[in-house]
């Protein structure tokens, strides 16, 4: 009991030390304590403003999501949905990344309305790019597609020479170049850096249960034009457009996406029309990480899906295919679909000259852009000729490349050297380094010249007029897009030529006049490849996408060519039997 006291009396002191410790050096301490409670004390007295209910607030209850609020004209509020009605909506996704106010939306349909959206730069119709007509067209089409896309499929199939100009090259590149000054309606799915951990997620937001093919593009290099952000959607539009109607893909199952991890292009994030993320690009594995999140999700909901890269720069455009190819059906237009257009035509091209395939290997082959559709035309010539019996390191000896610094050979720089490029630089003395177009031309004596640099007539007078001294029957190909960034014109082809050259260009152009007669144009275009290499690599669930089957599809093209048109010059066959020409393709891939 003792014990017990003498314990309590030390509690009760060592409690009274405390206390005073804690007086002592809460000195500073009190009066904010003393503050709290008067702000306590002034609110139990209640607020210092009035209860003025607003009833002129109405909130309706919407009871539909996704795509049925954005077609709702009640309920869509276009790009101005905030980021929280996105999610409980379910359209993120379905709407460009970025917010524009209902102000900023009428201030563009105000625009509109007293000016009108041309947007056309009048030195591009000069030279002969998109003109008022092409985008009158255009709109007239687009309307179309979006109230009633199964008339839009039968008027475009019915007229397909004149009108895929029209929803593809070259008024795609117009239509790409503005998507943020045309914007009306959503179509298809964007995907930005600002969706990283929330992409598989997302996924579902899309309605249609199946898709059977995607087309996507970071706009990085949307055709000639470089740098264009989200805008760069408005190709992976045009693309599967040209997917149902040629090979014959449902137009409920096509799914166009555009990945936005931002923009150089500082115009554009300064436009305040524009949706798009206003940040320089992503770099490197940040870069990576978003694309391999992009491509799990779609293959984990579409695992059958035909996967299409398309415009992508070539900093990334062959690690990306290298990187998914064996896992997926992937692959990239611009690398191997513009490669095995450009063989097609060449194979063309020899038929008109009365010679077989296997001649490809004696050809002399010059290349003028060293970007990724550049190389990956070398790439697969050089491999068309491994097919008829050279080695691949002898077939790069039949090309010389130049990019914008000239020649490329082994002198230049390793670091601008890249694994692509290396194999196909020039062996020779220092002085051919950065040799001249022109030079080029004289000193090799190509059979072939191909223009994909994407920077206008660069095939000059002088050029052309050499081409025409070495050869019989040039092959001249200035494949580069839109019209205004071609090489050269089929008449200046014809011209200095002596109305000799065999002629195809990237985007449509007219028959040539020369010395009173008529010569042939064709067109180098894409459609003759990648909508029939999708449709038979899905028909027949390939597993992946091989070259092989590329220098086989660009093989057999020239077989559908008529003799009538061998005669005249023509490389390709025509576009008005465009689902006749692709589907022996589909046969072929999907066996």
Not at 152 to 166: E, G, S
Not at 385 to 407: S, T
Request: charged share 20%.
């Amino acid at each position: 009991m003792l014990n017990f006291a003498l314990r309590k009396q030390h509690l009760a002191r060592t409690a009274q030390d405390a206390l005073k410790a804690l007086r002592a050096s809460a000195v500073v301490a009190l009066p904010e304590y003393q503050c709290c409670a008067q702000q306590r004390r002034s609110f139990a007295a209640g607020p210092s403003f009035e209860y003025e209910p607003d009833y002129s607030k109405k909130h309706d209850i919407v009871r539909k999501s996704g795509v049925d609020v954005l077609h709702d004209p009640l309920y869509n509020k276009g790009t101005g949905f905030p980021h929280a009605e996105r999610e409980r909506l379910g359209v993120r996704g379905l709407l460009p990344p970025g917010t524009l106010s209902m102000e900023r939306q009428a201030a563009r349909v105000l625009d509109d309305y007293q000016y009108g959206r041309d947007f056309i730069d009048p030195s591009h119709v000069k030279d002969g790019g998109v003109t008022k007509d092409h985008t009158r067209q255009w709109k007239v089409l687009q309307e179309l597609q979006d109230r009633n896309e199964t008339l839009f499929y039968k008027v475009l199939l019915d007229n397909f020479t004149t009108m895929a100009p029209i929803v593809y090259t070259p008024t795609v590149g117009w239509a790409c170049l503005n998507y943020h000054k045309l914007y009306r309606r959503p179509r298809g799915m964007f995907f930005s850096a600002n969706d990283k951990d929330e992409m598989s997620a997302m996924i579902w937001n899309w309605p249609a249960q199946e898709v059977d093919a995607i087309v996507v593009t970071d706009g990085s290099r949307i055709l000639g034009l470089g740098d264009l952000g989200l805008n760069g959607l408005g190709i992976s539009i045009g693309k599967l457009d040209l997917y149902c109607a040629a090979a014959g893909f449902h137009p409920a199952r096509v799914l166009p996406c555009v990945i936005d991890v931002g923009t150089d292009n500082e115009a554009l994030r300064n436009d305040p029309m524009y949706m798009g993320l206003q940040h320089p690009r992503l770099q490197g594995d940040a870069y990576f990480e978003l694309l391999d999140e992009f491509v799990e999700a779609v293959m984990s909901r579409w695992p059958k899906t035909v996967l299409q890269f398309e415009d992508f720069q070539l900093q990334y455009a062959h690690a990306l295919l290298q990187r998914y190819k064996n896992q997926h059906l992937v692959f990239n237009d611009d690398i191997q679909g513009t490669a095995a257009t450009a063989l097609a035509g060449v194979y063309g091209a020899l038929k008109v000259q009365g010679k077989e395939a296997h001649s490809l290997t004696q050809q002399r082959i010059v290349v003028l852009g060293a970007g990724s559709a550049g190389m990956g035309v070398s790439t697969m010539m050089a491999q068309g000729m491994v097919k008829h019996g050279l080695d691949f390191e002898d077939a790069a000896k039949r090309f010389w490349i130049l990019d914008k610094n000239g020649l490329i050979t082994r002198k230049r720089p390793d670091e601008e050297l890249t694994h692509v490029t290396r194999p196909f630089a020039a062996i020779g003395e220092d002085d051919i380094e950065g040799e001249s177009l022109l030079d080029v031309v004289k000193r090799v004596k190509p059979s072939i010249l191909i223009g994909l640099s994407g920077a206008g007539p660069l095939f000059t007078p002088e050029v052309l007029t050499a081409m025409g001294e070495c050869n019989e029957r040039p092959i001249i190909f200035p494949m580069s897009n839109p019209t205004y960034r071609s090489e050269c014109t089929s008449d200046d082809a014809q011209k200095y030529t002596g109305g000799r050259a065999i002629f195809a260009s990237g985007s449509p152009q007219p028959d040539a006049h020369y010395e009173g007669r008529k010569i042939c144009s064709s067109q180098a275009n894409n459609m003759y490849i990648f909508p029939g290499l999708a449709m038979g690599a899905h028909l027949g669930q390939t597993g992946v996408i091989t070259d092989m089957m590329m220098t086989a599809a660009a093989e057999a093209l020239p077989k559908l060519i008529p003799q009538q048109d061998l005669d005249k010059g023509v490389v390709y066959p025509r576009l008005s039997n465009i689902r006749c020409v692709l589907l022996p393709m589909h046969a072929d891939l999907a066996t």
